[in-house]
């Protein structure tokens, strides 16, 4: 089986769960008209990016489940199981009753269903990841992987290009009425689609190695943190700065958009999607980069991107009503986040031996990116809203990315020339 094929797989599996999860986010000002009291907008709205983060607060719960799975039984069968536990969970978010129908068991049971697609998503990235550089070689994992760092940008641009050509197809008292769940109901499609690639994937030679001689990890996420805590710590603070500015430039964003410049939401999904389709050679870019200059150096200029840009552009962004300008100055914000995403998962893997690498990444990815990055928007917003400033949220963001900065220039080694099966025995 050829690493084309390997990683092809991968993607095209992990790419429709990150579609998944970001049809949320792109559906947001929608979601929060069905599901809650329309009697004040900015409090739907702030409850609905709440609803938004309780997908990441089980993250690390899906990435201990699945990362026991991953690390006991095996790469590929656990990560069939998050693909299907998504696209069903997504699927049904589709089909949920709107509040004036049910009342609170409208926003109950779309917060339960954002908590199992949490739950697999928590599981899917970290064993994607595990599994591309298990079988890449040595002087090309940050490269393999970095078309997995490349489907969250590709996944919200056609998440988001989805609700666009949604929007243009039906009338817009439609749409606003039932045609935004149809993003969602397609997630059965792509589910299927995804299953049909993996389930041709075999298991990882590293795997299977240590399976063949019984070395099996028997607790993985004891084991994890017991012999390995210090760099579920360093790699829970490196994934949150990523986070940080993943969702300040593509999830608050959304927010930012509509209620400072006065895009309608169609708009702020077009601006936002194109400027993420735009990124994507930059996130292969950059893992290229990762192989060559090697991870840290790689994920510190994405970090001190973010520092030097979020703001001015944040402030330029609610004065602009120029599409062209306003996604030229989006496509800048996600380009910071292409450089630290495209080595991250790389960087996170290789800090981790093969008995728990599955957890040992995902616990950290899902710790740091989960409630650290999840919490973005919905802290953005709760501060936007105390300080009768929309960029008073931003304080929030220089603050994690400059720890993450400084803990990453300090602290994270550099392991581009590390043996994987040799991975976290001597770092």
Request: aromatic residues 14%; hydrophobic residues 55%; proline residues 5%.
């Amino acid at each position: 089986m050829s690493i084309r094929f390997i990683v092809t797989a991968s993607t095209i599996g992990t790419l429709i769960e990150w579609y998944d999860f970001f049809a949320f986010a792109s559906l947001t000002p929608f979601i929060a008209a069905t599901f809650f009291p329309k009697s004040d907008q900015a409090a739907a709205l702030l409850f609905t990016w709440l609803v938004f983060a309780t997908g990441f607060v089980v993250r690390p719960v899906g990435a201990a489940l699945f990362g026991h799975l991953g690390d006991r039984i095996g790469r590929k069968t656990t990560f069939l199981a998050t693909l299907l536990t998504m696209g069903l969970a997504t699927t049904a978010i589709g089909l949920v009753p709107t509040y004036d129908q049910i009342g609170l068991a409208a926003p109950a049971l779309l917060t339960a269903l954002r908590m199992i697609q949490g739950v697999a998503l928590g599981g899917e990235y970290g064993g994607a990841v595990t599994y591309v550089v298990e079988h890449a070689p040595s002087g090309k994992r940050a490269y393999y992987a970095g078309f997995l760092s490349a489907t969250p940008p590709l996944g919200l641009g056609l998440s988001s290009f989805t609700v666009v050509l949604s929007s243009l197809l039906l009338p817009k008292s439609d749409f606003a009425a039932w045609g935004w769940r149809v993003p969602f109901l397609l997630a059965i499609v792509l589910t299927v689609l995804g299953l049909y690639f993996r389930l041709k994937l075999a298991e990882t030679p590293l795997f299977q190695a240590i399976k063949n001689s019984g070395d099996i990890s028997g607790v993985p996420l004891a084991e994890a943190f017991a012999r390995h805590w210090k760099w579920i710590l360093l790699g829970l603070v490196i994934a949150a700065g990523h986070g940080v500015l993943a969702y300040t430039s593509t999830g608050y964003i959304f927010t930012y958009l509509t209620s400072v410049p006065k895009w309608s939401p169609v708009e702020s999904n077009l601006i936002v999607g194109a400027a993420s389709l735009a990124q994507l050679p930059l996130y292969i870019f950059a893992a290229w980069l990762g192989d060559r200059w090697g991870r840290r150096g790689v994920y510190l200029v994405g970090l001190a991107m973010g520092l030097a840009t979020y703001y001015p552009i944040y402030y330029a962004l609610g004065y602009t009503r120029d599409v062209a300008l306003a996604s030229a100055l989006v496509f800048v914000m996600i380009g910071a986040t292409a450089f630290t995403f495209g080595v991250l998962g790389t960087a996170l893997a290789e800090l981790f031996p093969t008995r728990v690498r599955y957890t040992g990444m995902s616990v950290a990815f899902n710790l740091g990116l989960g409630f650290f990055g999840g919490f973005t928007p919905s802290i953005m917003q709760a501060m936007s809203i105390a300080f009768n400033n929309p960029l008073a949220g931003l304080w929030y963001t220089y603050i994690v990315v400059a720890v993450a900065f400084v803990s990453a220039l300090l602290a994270l080694p550099e392991t581009k020339n590390k043996e994987l099966a040799a991975a976290g025995s001597a770092l």
